[in-house]
């Protein structure tokens, strides 16, 4: 049998759900065709034949979680392994050489025998420096495959019945552990008063986008990467706003690309584009990778003021709450004026508290202005 095992799918994905098969054993299948749908931390890809061939039989059934390198289809034919890189995500062509006596590991340091469990090289390595013993193991891999989160599980002492986490949310739960682990956040709060903006102009996205931009103009201090690790900040020639979207799925952050440089229409019709391909999980992954700057536009569900969470390398994110109608002081009487509240998180490793406050001021000023 030839076997075609699960390809490099790119942007260091090294797992993938499988959402849902398009042949079957005894099909006869065409080069490129379609073989099966995965579904990564970033989007759903599909996985064509590399090469024309009848399926002998195909590894795993929807919902489970398949490791590169692990197999996904044989062809009937003599024996040859088959490795290859997804071709629409535009990455290099590649071999994928792991040979199934590489996922054998011997029960208790024993030699290969009856006793014998499957396990990926990566919970292989996480299972001795965690000193989990992989005999009797039960793996949630394809074929019962040991996975690193099987020994991140055994791992704790209490057993666990919940439901293991995947895909998008799976990333998410990394991400924020790693943030809350490196991360000295500081939350600066001001609120932007909206009753210069037009009658029925009213278009918070766009104008949170031309207002971040300006800000990042006036303090570039808080759009650079910092390197907690080398002490070091890398300042960006460009403002590349990275979008919170919240999905059934999970949080999704697409990128806006290089704000400075778009009007509002072409501001409006990026974010159009970006939210409906990220609901239809058709996003490349290029387009969730890059942000300089983040915003959290959680007023849309609910919500004033927050603390959102940077991820590094990134050193500030902007949340934006809901737009009330409130009470204001104008010209020495009361008023009823639209009110949007701002908050700010910075990592204060990386940023003082005066470049915080003169960020925020030029966003907020912009935000009052009339147009």
Same mark, same amino acid.
């Given at each position: 049998m030839k076997q075609f095992k699960l390809p490099d799918l790119g942007e260091g994905?090294?797992?993938?759900?499988?959402?849902?098969?398009?042949?079957?054993?005894?099909?006869?299948?065409?080069?490129?065709?379609?073989?099966?749908?995965?579904?990564?931390?970033?989007?759903?890809?599909?996985?064509?034949?590399? &090469?024309?061939?009848?399926?002998? &039989?195909?590894?795993?059934?929807?919902?489970?979680?398949?490791?590169?390198?692990?197999?996904?289809?044989?062809?009937?034919?003599?024996?040859?392994?088959?490795?290859?890189?997804?071709?629409?995500?535009?990455?290099?062509?590649?071999?994928?050489?792991?040979?199934?006596?590489?996922?054998?590991?011997?029960?208790?340091?024993?030699? &290969?025998?009856?006793?014998?469990? &499957?396990?990926?090289?990566?919970?292989?390595?996480?299972?001795?420096?965690?000193?989990?013993?992989?005999?009797?193991?039960?793996?949630?891999?394809?074929?019962?495959?040991?996975?690193?989160?099987?020994?991140?599980?055994?791992a704790v002492a209490k057993p666990t019945t919940g439901e293991a986490l995947r895909s998008v949310r799976r990333t998410m739960a990394k991400n924020m552990a790693r943030a809350h682990a490196e991360v000295v956040p500081v939350t600066i709060v001001e609120d932007a008063d909206l009753h210069r903006w037009p009658d029925g102009a009213r278009d918070p996205m766009v104008r949170l986008a031309r207002a971040i931009a300006r800000a990042c103009q006036a303090e570039p201090a808080l759009n650079v990467a910092f390197d907690g690790a080398r002490l070091s900040v890398t300042r960006h020639q460009h403002i590349d706003l990275g979008v919170a979207v919240d999905t059934p799925d999970g949080l999704f952050v697409p990128v806006l690309r290089d704000l400075a440089n778009r009007d509002a229409e072409d501001l409006r019709q990026g974010l159009a584009r970006l939210r409906a391909d990220v609901l239809n999980r058709s996003i490349p992954p290029r387009e969730l990778m890059g942000a300089t700057i983040t915003l959290s536009n959680y007023g849309t569900l609910f919500g004033r003021y927050a603390s959102p969470v940077i991820v590094p390398p990134q050193v500030a994110i902007i949340g934006a709450g809901v737009i009330r109608d409130q009470v204001v002081a104008w010209d020495g009487q009361p008023a009823i004026h639209p009110v949007l509240p701002v908050s700010l998180t910075v990592d204060h490793r990386a940023v003082t508290g005066g470049e915080a406050a003169r960020f925020l001021k030029v966003l907020v000023e912009d935000l009052q202005a009339a147009d």
């Open positions: 994905l090294q797992e993938a759900e499988i959402v849902e098969w398009h042949v079957k054993a005894g099909d006869s299948v065409e080069l490129d065709q379609l073989l099966v749908s995965v579904e990564t931390a970033k989007a759903i890809v599909e996985v064509p034949s590399p &090469r024309a061939g009848v399926i002998g &039989r195909c590894f795993g059934e929807a919902g489970d979680l398949l490791h590169v390198g692990e197999p996904l289809v044989e062809f009937e034919g003599e024996a040859e392994d088959s490795g290859t890189v997804v071709g629409n995500l535009g990455q290099a062509s590649g071999q994928s050489d792991l040979a199934a006596d590489d996922f054998i590991i011997g029960a208790a340091g024993s030699s &290969r025998d009856a006793w014998a469990v &499957r396990a990926s090289p990566q919970a292989r390595k996480l299972a001795e420096r965690m000193g989990v013993a992989l005999d009797g193991l039960p793996g949630s891999g394809s074929g019962g495959l040991i996975t690193d989160a099987d020994v991140q599980r055994a």
